[in-house]
Nanobody, 115 residues
């Protein structure tokens, strides 16, 4: 079993920045990919950014140039650095990890971008 705990969400003004964290614990051996998803009210959950065990990254078009995903392997933590935030970035952000055939999710952290 793997546990994922997100933190760092909150209320920010348009143009502001936030850093989300996702700490993994438990049987974290051979976690292949770590992702951030988000779900806005009335919308489907969507992939925002991915980082593989090898360090390759991929971003949704809406995140390119503004968001950066990174890892601190010593802390088993993945970060999502979000800059130039827009009201349309408002959503619950979820951490996700893959281990073999298993998928794990965090509980989500709310990000609200509003003036």
């Amino acid at each position: 079993q793997v546990q994922l705990v997100e933190s760092g969400g909150g209320l920010v003004q348009p143009g502001g920045s936030l850093r989300l964290s996702c700490a993994a614990s438990g049987n974290i051996f051979n976690l292949y990919a770590r992702d951030w998803y988000r779900q806005a009210p009335g919308k489907q959950r969507e992939l925002v950014a991915t980082i593989t065990k090898g360090g390759s990254t991929n971003y949704a078009d809406s995140a390119k140039g503004r968001f950066t995903i990174s890892t601190d392997n010593a802390k088993n933590t993945v970060y999502l650095h979000m800059n130039s935030l827009k009201p349309e970035d408002t959503a619950v952000y979820y951490c996700h990890a893959v281990q073999g055939l298993y998928h794990y999710w965090g509980q989500g952290t709310q990000v609200t971008v509003s003036s």
